[in-house]
C-alpha cells in the first residue's frame, strides 16, 4: 500500500516536472506560423479559419469568453472560433428583440435578446460547429467553431490567419462557410523558425448550403 | 310506475325545449366562426400581413421579417381572442413591438387594412367590429409614445 502510494507520488512529481520543462521549451521555441488563404474563385477568403491541434497533448484548460452583438438584424461577427469551455455573451445593439437560436448537436439552445436585457453568457463545452439562426428575422446566421485546440486564428480580408505556436507537432484544420469542397487536414511540424504554410480555398458566396465542419 | 316514465319525459321536453330557445335566441354562434374558422383565420392573418409588409408605410417594420412566423402567430392570436380552439403562444405584444417606434399613424394604417381584409372575405359588419373591439386594447402595447421614439 505504501509502495503503491510511493509511487504515485512519485509519479505525480515526474510528470509536474515534465511539464515544466515543455512550457519552458514552448516559451523559448514558439514560432510564427502564419497561413495565407487565397481563394479560386475571388470571393475574399475573410472568414475562413485555421485551427492547430497539437498532437502531443493539450495545454491546459482556460476559462475563456467572446461576444456575438447583433446590429442591423446581423450576428456580429458572423463566424467566429473559440476554445471548448468559452462563454459567448449575445448583447443586442439593435433596439428590437432577436431570438437567437441553435439546433447544432454540439450545443443547442434558444436565447430571447431584449434590447438592454441582461446579458446572460451561454457555455459553449462540447467541440463542434455551432449553426446559430433568429427565430424572428430572415438572413440572419452565424458560426460558432468550438476547438478544444487554443490554438486557432480567423483569416483576415486579405487572407492572413497567424498563430503563435509552440514547437512540435500539429494537425491543420481549415474551414469556411462557404467553401465548396471540404479542405483535407494535414500534419506540421513547428520549431523556433517563422513558417508560412499556403492554403487555396474554393468558396461560393452564393453556395446555400454550410461546408461541413472538419472534425 | 307509469307516473314516473311521464315526469321523465316531460323533464327531458322541458330540458330541449329550454336549449332551442337558448339556441334561437341569445346565444350566436361564437366570432371564431364567424371569421371563417381556421380556414377563414388563417386567410385573414395570412392577406393582412402580406399587406402590410408590402405597404410603404407599414412595411419597415417587417422588412427581413420571417412573415410565416408573424401569419402563424397572428392567426393564432386571433383563433384565441375570438374564442376559437387555440391558445395565443407568442410573446406579450409590448415586448413584440418594442423598439420598432410604431406611431399612432402605422397602427390605424394596420386597422383600415384589416377592415379590408375583413370586408374583401365577407365577413359580417358586427363580426369586424367585434374582432376590432377584441384587439384595440393592444394599441397601449403597441404604440410608442413620441419621447420614446425621439431617443
Redesign the interface.
Known amino acids: 500500500m505504501t509502495a503503491l502510494l510511493n509511487r504515485r507520488h512519485s509519479d505525480y512529481r515526474r510528470h509536474s516536472a515534465g511539464l515544466f520543462a515543455m512550457i519552458c521549451a514552448q516559451s523559448v521555441l514558439a514560432g510564427v506560423v502564419t497561413v495565407n488563404v487565397t481563394t479560386v474563385s475571388g470571393v475574399t477568403p475573410e472568414d475562413a479559419i485555421i485551427v492547430f491541434d497539437p498532437l502531443d497533448g493539450l495545454p491546459p484548460a482556460a476559462h475563456n469568453t467572446a461576444t456575438i452583438d447583433q446590429i442591423n438584424k446581423r450576428f456580429m461577427p458572423r463566424v467566429s472560433v473559440v476554445r471548448t469551455g468559452t462563454g459567448i455573451t449575445f448583447p443586442n445593439s439593435d433596439h428590437i428583440r432577436h431570438q437567437v437560436y441553435s439546433f447544432s448537436p454540439a450545443k443547442s439552445f434558444t436565447l430571447k435578446l431584449y434590447a438592454g436585457s441582461p446579458k446572460t453568457a451561454v457555455l459553449f463545452d462540447h467541440p463542434g460547429l455551432v449553426v446559430l439562426g433568429c427565430n424572428i428575422h430572415d438572413n440572419m446566421v452565424a458560426f460558432v467553431a468550438v476547438v478544444d485546440s487554443p490554438y486557432f486564428a480567423k483569416a483576415t480580408a486579405s487572407g492572413v490567419a497567424s498563430v503563435n505556436l509552440p514547437a512540435g507537432r500539429y494537425r491543420l484544420r481549415a474551414w469556411h462557410p462557404n467553401s465548396v469542397a471540404s479542405i483535407p487536414s494535414r500534419e506540421i511540424a513547428v520549431s523556433a523558425a517563422p513558417l508560412s504554410i499556403p492554403l487555396s480555398l474554393d468558396v461560393n458566396s452564393e453556395s446555400a448550403s454550410v461546408a461541413v465542419w472538419p472534425e | 310506475m307509469t307516473g314516473g316514465t311521464n315526469r321523465a319525459v316531460v323533464i327531458s321536453l322541458l330540458l330541449l325545449l329550454g336549449r332551442a330557445a337558448d339556441a334561437a335566441g341569445t346565444a350566436q354562434p361564437r366570432l371564431y366562426d364567424r371569421l371563417g374558422g381556421a380556414a377563414g383565420v388563417a386567410a385573414i392573418a395570412d392577406s393582412l400581413i402580406d399587406r402590410v409588409s408590402a405597404d410603404p408605410l407599414l412595411g419597415r417594420s417587417f422588412k ?3 412573415l410565416d ?1 408573424i401569419k402563424k402567430l397572428l392567426a393564432e392570436q386571433i383563433c384565441d381572442l375570438s374564442g376559437g380552439p387555440c391558445r395565443y403562444s407568442g ?1 406579450p405584444m409590448k ?2 413591438h ?4 410604431i406611431s399612432e399613424a402605422e397602427f390605424y394604417g394596420m386597422v383600415a387594412d384589416l377592415r379590408d381584409v375583413l370586408k374583401k372575405r365577407r365577413v359580417s359588419e358586427p363580426a369586424a367590429n367585434e374582432l376590432l373591439r377584441q384587439l384595440a386594447p393592444m394599441k397601449r402595447d403597441i404604440v410608442e409614445p413620441k419621447q420614446a421614439a425621439a431617443q
Open positions: 427581413d421579417s420571417k412566423r410573446d415586448e413584440v418594442s423598439g420598432h417606434h
